[in-house]
């Protein structure tokens, strides 16, 4: 089993709807969880970050972190063809993070104008 | 501007040769990470350096080599020892958990 499972997609929805990503993971210790998102051909660029269990909204982006049952969510309301990238999620032990982050595979998100 | 600059964006090399791939921060940052990212694959950790002169290997370390002569600087030689270059490579650098990542450079071994 993979320490960190996400759905590569793609994942293709109407300009205006809700968009729900999701990454399971297995192993407790983790305490960090972040979301990059990446353009095709880019570096990937940090979008939420997360402590321990619990939600976090900035602007149309909403985070959520279930440590009972090892599973992180990112929500985009009212998403736009702007936003079509791969969307990776990646977690940590530790607060300093020196020792590197385990991503998962990256959703493929399309918004269709 | 800060940043992190990889180059060369696009690189080819024949099947054998070592390439090296730069890196460089002007973040004042500690720590330095390189990753590998193929398709269906996710990040891959190669190597990660938290302070000058002292580095360490990650997930995928065989075939690769990097060193931290400078605070700004993290190069990494892909030997021919590595099975499967052909990838996209990222460099990033960290102070805190959020790493910042450069635009990658595109190896490709014919």
């Known amino acids: 089993q993979k320490e960190v499972e996400q759905d590569p997609g793609p994942l293709s929805v109407p300009e205006g709807a809700i968009v729900s990503l999701n990454c399971t993971y297995s192993?407790?210790?983790?305490?960090?969880f972040m979301w990059y998102r990446q353009y095709s051909r880019k570096g990937p660029e940090l979008l939420m970050y997360?402590?321990?269990?619990g939600n976090k909204e900035d602007g149309r982006f909403t985070a959520q972190v279930d440590k009972s049952s090892k599973y992180i969510s990112l929500f985009i309301r009212d998403s736009q063809p702007s936003d079509s990238a791969t969307y990776l999620c990646?977690?940590?032990?530790?607060?300093?993070?020196?020792?590197?982050?385990?991503f998962g595979k990256g959703t493929h998100l399309i918004i269709q104008p | 501007d800060g940043g992190i600059t990889q180059s060369p964006k696009y690189l080819f090399r024949k099947e054998g040769q070592n390439v090296t791939l730069s890196c460089e921060q002007n973040l004042n940052h500690d720590a330095m990470y390189w990753y590998r990212q193929d398709p269906g694959q996710g990040l891959r950790l190669i190597y990660y350096s938290q302070i000058v002169n002292d580095f360490q290997k990650g997930d995928i370390a065989e075939g690769y080599s990097v060193s931290r002569e400078k605070k700004e600087s993290f190069p990494l030689t892909v030997t021919s020892a590595q099975k499967n270059p052909t990838a996209f490579y990222l460099c990033?650098?960290?102070?805190?958990?959020?790493?910042?990542f450069g635009e990658g450079s595109r190896l490709t071994v014919l």
């Open positions: 990033a650098s960290s102070n805190t958990d959020e790493l910042f």
């Open positions: 997360t402590y321990s269990s």
């Open positions: 192993n407790s210790a983790f305490q960090y």
């Open positions: 990646a977690m940590s032990y530790s607060g300093g993070g020196a020792d590197g982050l385990t």
